[in-house]
């Protein structure tokens, strides 16, 4: 659990500010759970060039409460929760000193925004608030505003843990919570899950992960974690003491990321994953009449085939829906057992290229309809699909046929600002298994939208 702070203060000097506005926002990594905005009366004069920046004035305090009167408040909407701040160090010296005149000795673990955000966003050219979240694309009202500013630490604070593909922000969160002991809600653990799309993290005392999967219903498959008979089920009970989980609104963002993190985390209870995830590949080739016939081989290398499958029967069945689809010659495609022509020559449902009697430039039209449809070779398209939430989408990016990354936004122009496209999203390893995962998922199911990006290869 998170409580992402900000805090407005007198100015001044060195621990003598005092505190004007407070925002504090609960947040369990998925959702805001509570929330605490309040000004508050310092006490003391604000300097000039603190009510420029902020717009809050001595006037507007005289009737706000005084930090003793929201103290509580705060000790109980932080207790038991990480306080994160853009600057952290400055935010929580501010709070303690202000418990300190209160005789309290108010301790919480912190996360800082700034520190995170220049580990897994290097690239940017600020890590300031505001131009970190304007190169993002976040929208932001009320900026030098407690409220405004905590809404947008809580939104970078989502980007940066989408980015996070090795975990490290949860696993020393939870490596804190623990301490090697048995938590006292494993039993409710199943309760706290969603049954919703996403992936989910089972932690040692420690806090490493020591089983990740994928599921379209995260609180069933715990459930089934935890009812499983056999030896190395048993084992993973026991030696799972706490389970997090990310949404990821889709089943195709949930595949990815699981290929990811699987690869990157290694969890002892996971099989180690092959290589590659396919075996065979259909590529096209000419044959001496001009035709370009669809011939399926076994492959471990994508380059060549424009789509590969992870077994036989699975190539030859969608040759059979592509030439059944774009009414291609099931003779040419190895369909047709007939030795003269195919079958459906004599159905009139070819229009006769197994007798040369179609023009191959017509016929190889189709062929080419047909990969320009279910492949996504030098492609550049980003696939728009559900967010994790109501107003979110979600977006994977491919350029020049390499998958780049994917990542969630709320704007349209997020979207269509190529800059800002490839700032929010998370850049993940352009394997022929990843680009394998993609395909396979469009050749069975559907995204909201595909949008053509214009790149130079």
């Keep these: 659990m998170y409580a992402i702070l900000d805090i407005e203060t007198t100015g001044g000097k060195f621990n003598e500010e005092g505190i004007t506005e407070i925002a504090i926002h ?68 501010i709070l303690r000193t202000e418990f300190k005149r209160l005789g309290y000795n108010f301790e919480r673990k912190t996360l800082c925004t700034v520190d995170l955000s220049k580990r897994l966003i290097p690239e940017a050219e600020s890590h300031s608030l505001g131009k970190l979240v304007r190169s993002l694309g976040i929208p932001v009202s009320d900026r030098h505003r407690a409220n405004g500013d905590a809404l947008a630490t809580l939104k970078l604070f989502k980007v940066l843990l989408a980015k996070d593909s090795d975990k490290t ?19 409710d653990i199943v309760e706290s899950l969603p049954s919703e799309t996403g992936l989910y993290y089972m932690h040692d005392k420690y806090g490493e992960i020591i089983f990740l999967g994928k599921s ?33 609104g889709t089943e195709l963002i949930a595949l990815l990321k699981e290929n990811e993190e699987l690869r990157r985390n290694r969890p002892r209870f996971n099989q180690k994953l092959p290589a590659v995830n396919y075996s ?33 029967v699975a190539a030859t069945n969608f040759i059979s829906k592509v030439t059944k689809e774009f ?7 190895g369909i047709s057992v007939s030795e003269n022509h195919c079958d459906n020559l004599d159905r009139n449902d070819c229009f006769g290229a197994c007798i040369n009697r179609e023009d191959p430039e017509n016929y190889n039209s189709r062929v080419y309809k047909a990969i320009s449809k279910y492949s996504l070779v030098d492609k550049s398209v980003v696939l728009i699909d559900k967010g994790r939430d109501t107003g979110e989408k979600s977006v994977i990016l491919i350029k020049n046929g390499n998958f780049e990354g994917l990542g969630y936004c709320e704007l349209n122009h997020q979207i269509n600002s190529p800059s800002i496209l490839e700032s929010i ?19 069975r199911k559907r995204v909201q939208k595909i949008l053509e990006l214009s790149y130079s290869s």
């Design 280 to 312: 065979y590949g259909i590529r096209t080739k000419k044959n001496e009449n001009g035709y370009e016939l669809l011939k399926t081989e076994k492959t471990r290398n994508h380059k060549g085939f424009f789509a590969v499958f992870n077994g036989l």
């Design 327 to 333: 009414e291609l010659c099931e003779q040419l495609n």
């Design 216 to 248: 379209s219903n995260l609180k069933k498959r715990v459930n089934q974690h935890f009812t499983n008979t056999g030896n190395r089920a048993r084992q993973l009970q026991k030696a799972t003491k706490k389970v997090t989980y990310e949404k990821t």
């Design 425 to 443: 999203i998370t850049p993940m390893e352009s394997s022929a298994n990843n680009l394998h995962i993609i395909e396979s998922y469009l050749r």
């Design 169 to 187: 922000i949860i696993k020393g969160v939870i490596r804190k919570e623990t301490h090697g002991e048995l938590s006292e809600r494993q039993l």
């Design 26 to 93: 609960k947040f369990d990594g998925h959702q805001v759970v509570d929330k605490f905005i309040s000004l508050v009366n310092p006490e003391k004069v604000i300097q000039p060039f603190v009510v420029n920046l902020t717009g809050i004035n001595n006037k507007m305090l005289r009737t706000a409460p005084k930090f003793h009167e929201v103290a509580k408040r705060i000790v109980e909407i932080t207790e038991d929760t990480v306080l994160v701040a853009h600057n952290a160090q400055f935010d929580y010296r």
